[in-house]
């Protein structure tokens, strides 16, 4: 792997926490006010060795879960990937097949189900599951734009707001 590789995937995985960290902040306030509950899922993942104190080799067991889950004051199940992108658009296929399925079963299950979206930091985007799965079918590519997502924006520190009712 060339260091161009290697730096465009550090900065990624930043960007990644990054959003993850707003994303964390937005439920503590849900959780504080009583709204929701939700969690980052963790990757599950097998130890190979010990390092030291605290640290460890591991590698990951199998494909990777939605981002979050949890519940909504209530009891309705919410389940959730997380995507940003420094890009001017974003591929369908950024959600694995493991967590497309995934999504599909609590999506039938009646769980509010979407795709948290980021573009650089500055637009965020509350896909519902359904429409980011039939990406093609609603805007007829596989991939999509900040123009395309423009009905689905959300304040990224209120990001649940207006869900309830809304078929998702």
Same mark, same amino acid.
């Given at each position: ?103 599909? +079963?609590?999506? &039938?299950?009646?769980?509010?189900? !979407?795709?948290? $979206? *980021?573009?650089?930091? %500055? ?6 599951? +359904?429409?980011? &799965?039939?990406?093609?079918?609603? !805007?007829?590519? $596989? *991939?999509?734009?900040? %123009? ?9 520190? &209120? ?10």
């Amino acid at each position: 792997m060339g260091i161009t590789n290697r730096i465009g995937g550090k900065r990624a995985k930043s960007n990644g926490e990054h959003f993850e960290a707003l994303i964390d902040t937005a439920c503590k306030f849900y959780e504080a006010a009583g709204v929701a509950y939700i969690v980052k899922t963790p990757e599950p993942m097998k130890p190979l060795k010990s390092i030291r104190a605290g640290q460890f080799l591991a590698v990951y067991t199998k494909q990777a879960q939605p981002d979050y889950k949890g519940t909504l004051n209530g009891g309705r199940a919410v389940v959730f990937e997380a995507k940003h992108t420094a890009n001017n658009r974003i591929e369908r296929n950024r959600v694995t097949d493991e967590q497309a399925a995934a999504l599909d +079963i609590h999506q &039938r299950l009646g769980a509010a189900c !979407f795709v948290l $979206v *980021s573009f650089r930091f %500055t637009n965020f985007y509350r896909v519902p599951w +359904i429409v980011w &799965r039939n990406m093609q079918e609603h !805007f007829g590519k $596989v *991939s999509v734009n900040e %123009t395309d997502l423009k009905p689905y924006s959300v304040n990224i520190m &209120r990001f649940l707001s207006n869900l309830e009712g809304e078929r998702v």
